[in-house]
């Protein structure tokens, strides 16, 4: 009978690719010749080799191993929620959200205050999503995900809590300041304040100047839209930025103009797995959610 710590032993190699980073990945301290044993026993369990080295650290899975890695992956990466849900018959439960940093400020501390008047004795972990990427969902590591998600995968579920609308913003003295609606087309030569690569904020400011045609000759990068706000208000450039409010963000020496090229209207959206567990907080969390 194959032994649960050897499985597991296999599942981290097949996840890392190596003996080094699994032992590093590991939940809980464990050498690499431990991790090497527990996949040589298991293989001798099995009488089938599950991995081929392909580099001095890179392992690579046989036929049998895959075949063995379609088992283990949902058990393994389900866990966390399972455990969290059994647990929920102690104090209620708990539910560990990620959402963009915007999200985070504008749209969750209305939604927690419901959910806490729900769920008065739930603990709730809040946490920034930096990239509209599913996998702390799909492992177990995050029970909903809030943010504008283009693509997601048939098991995971969703639902349109709020609208992101664009526009641009721009010093209170700046030349355009005083029109009622702005184009990208429209920024010149000025600088041009975008958010760190790799966001998705980033990606979607890249694609809409894109579009126009625009290619700003100098540019200042920001992590989040409150820093480029401040970086706006100061008079250092011109930027775009998506926000909840209809009106536009808001903040004394900023204007912000709609945008009309191109028009900016994004679904926000929250995601689960469509398949996990019972989860009594994550339901009252769907429940509470605001609406489109």
Same mark, same amino acid.
């Given at each position: &009978?194959?032994?649960l710590h050897r499985l597991?032993g296999f599942y981290?190699v097949a996840? !890392?690719?190596g003996?080094?980073r699994?032992?590093?990945a590991?939940p809980?301290p464990?050498t =690499?010749?431990a991790v090497h =044993?527990? *996949?040589?026993k298991?293989?001798?369990?099995?009488?089938v080799?599950?991995?081929e080295?392909?580099a001095?650290d890179?392992?690579?899975? !046989?036929?049998?191993?895959r075949q063995?890695?379609?088992?283990v992956v949902p058990f393994?990466e389900g866990?966390?929620?399972v455990?969290?849900a059994?647990?929920? !018959?102690?104090f209620e439960?708990?539910?560990?959200i990620?959402a963009?940093?915007?999200?985070?400020r504008?749209l969750? +501390?209305a939604w927690?205050?419901r959910?806490?008047?729900?769920? +008065?004795g739930?603990?709730?972990?809040?946490g920034e999503l930096?990239?509209?990427?599913?996998?702390?969902?799909?492992?177990?590591e995050a029970?909903?995900? *809030?943010n504008?998600l283009?693509?997601v +995968?048939? %098991?995971?579920? %969703?639902?349109?809590?709020g %609208?992101?609308h $664009?526009?641009? *913003?721009? +010093?209170?003295?700046?030349?355009l300041a005083?029109r009622?609606?702005?184009?990208?087309?429209?920024i $010149?030569?000025?600088?041009f304040?975008t958010?760190t690569p790799?966001?998705?904020?980033?990606h &979607?400011?890249?694609?809409a100047?894109a579009?126009?045609g625009?290619t700003?000759?100098?540019t200042?990068?920001a992590?989040t839209?409150?820093?480029i706000l401040?970086?706006?208000?100061?008079?250092?450039?011109?930027s775009?930025i998506a926000?909840?409010? =209809?009106e536009?963000?808001?903040r004394?020496? *900023?204007?912000?103009l709609?945008?009309?090229?191109p028009r900016v209207h994004?679904p926000v959206?929250a995601?689960?797995?469509?398949?996990?567990?019972?989860h009594?907080?994550?339901?009252?969390?769907?429940? %509470?959610?605001?609406?489109?």
């Amino acid at each position: &009978m194959m032994q649960l710590h050897r499985l597991e032993g296999f599942y981290w190699v097949a996840k !890392t690719g190596g003996y080094a980073r699994a032992a590093r990945a590991f939940p809980y301290p464990i050498t =690499q010749p431990a991790v090497h =044993q527990q *996949v040589k026993k298991l293989e001798a369990e099995l009488g089938v080799k599950l991995f081929e080295r392909v580099a001095k650290d890179r392992m690579q899975l !046989t036929p049998a191993g895959r075949q063995l890695q379609v088992f283990v992956v949902p058990f393994f990466e389900g866990l966390p929620s399972v455990v969290r849900a059994i647990r929920a !018959t102690d104090f209620e439960g708990e539910i560990h959200i990620r959402a963009a940093n915007m999200l985070l400020r504008d749209l969750m +501390p209305a939604w927690v205050r419901r959910l806490r008047k729900r769920c +008065p004795g739930a603990e709730i972990h809040l946490g920034e999503l930096g990239s509209p990427d599913v996998s702390a969902l799909l492992s177990g590591e995050a029970d909903l995900l *809030v943010n504008h998600l283009p693509d997601v +995968p048939d %098991t995971v579920a %969703t639902k349109r809590i709020g %609208t992101l609308h $664009g526009f641009l *913003v721009v +010093p209170r003295d700046h030349r355009l300041a005083k029109r009622r609606q702005a184009s990208l087309s429209e920024i $010149g030569d000025d600088t041009f304040i975008t958010y760190t690569p790799g966001l998705l904020a980033h990606h &979607m400011q890249v694609r809409a100047l894109a579009e126009q045609g625009v290619t700003p000759e100098r540019t200042i990068t920001a992590g989040t839209a409150t820093a480029i706000l401040g970086l706006v208000e100061a008079g250092l450039g011109v930027s775009a930025i998506a926000t909840l409010d =209809q009106e536009g963000p808001r903040r004394r020496g *900023v204007v912000a103009l709609p945008l009309v090229r191109p028009r900016v209207h994004l679904p926000v959206m929250a995601a689960w797995r469509r398949k996990g567990p019972p989860h009594p907080v994550l339901e009252a969390a769907l429940e %509470t959610a605001p609406g489109p």
